[in-house]
Every structure is written in C-alpha cells, then in structure tokens.
C-alpha cells in the first residue's frame, strides 16, 4: 500500500512529465501562489471554518463554508480550479504536490535555506 508521501511524490512526478508544469514554469507563478492553491485543494468542500474574523459579514452566520474562503482564494483564472470534480483523496494528493512544487520554487530561489 502506498503511503501519502509516494502519492504526492507520484502527483508531483504526473504533473511534471505529463502537464508540462517544469521547474521555470514553476518559478515564473508569484511567490506563494502554488502553496495557496495547494491550501484550496486541502480544504475539505463544505466544512466550515470557526474563524470568521477576515470574512465578509454576510457569510459569517455560524462560520464561513470552505467552498466560499477557498474559492475567494484561489489564485488563478476559475478554468484552472477542477477542485469540484475530483474526490477527497485526489485532491489532498494534488494538495500536496502542489505545495511540494512551492518549497522547491523556493528553494531554487533561497537556495542557503535548504542546506
């Protein structure tokens, strides 16, 4: 049985070989912008958040539904976002390959920090 860590290595290995999604793709995003999209893909669709304090008034009534926080969030154009088609574990998958994706960005941009 594959552990979280071969599915996300796996995910992360998909996107390069198979979308095209190279490291000077990856440099070129803004810094922070695959760990946000990373977050809306970990984001559980229909949970509710209990701290409201930065979310408009009209969607605080009994905290804030993920499916609106994540969806304000989300850093590219909404063509981009197939978080409502894929299933929990596939998108926690995508999650963390995306997020793997931000720290080696990072990492090639502060490379004294990884030592």
Not at 7 to 21: C, S, T
Not at 48 to 70: E, K, M, S, W
Request: glycine share 8%; net charge neutral.
């Amino acid at each position: 049985m594959k552990t979280g860590v071969d599915l996300i290595a796996d995910e992360r290995r998909r996107q390069v070989e198979v979308e095209g999604w190279t490291p000077e793709h990856d440099d070129a995003h803004p810094m922070g912008a695959l760990a946000v999209a990373g977050a809306c893909y970990a984001a559980i669709p229909g949970h509710t958040l209990y701290r409201v304090d930065t979310i408009p008034r009209q969607h605080q009534a009994g905290g804030a539904n993920t499916d609106y926080v994540f969806q304000e969030m989300w850093p590219w154009d909404a063509g981009w976002d197939k978080r409502r088609r894929t299933k929990t574990l596939r998108r926690l998958q995508k999650a963390g390959a995306l997020i793997a994706a931000e720290i080696d960005r990072y990492l090639r941009a502060h490379p004294a920090e990884g030592e």
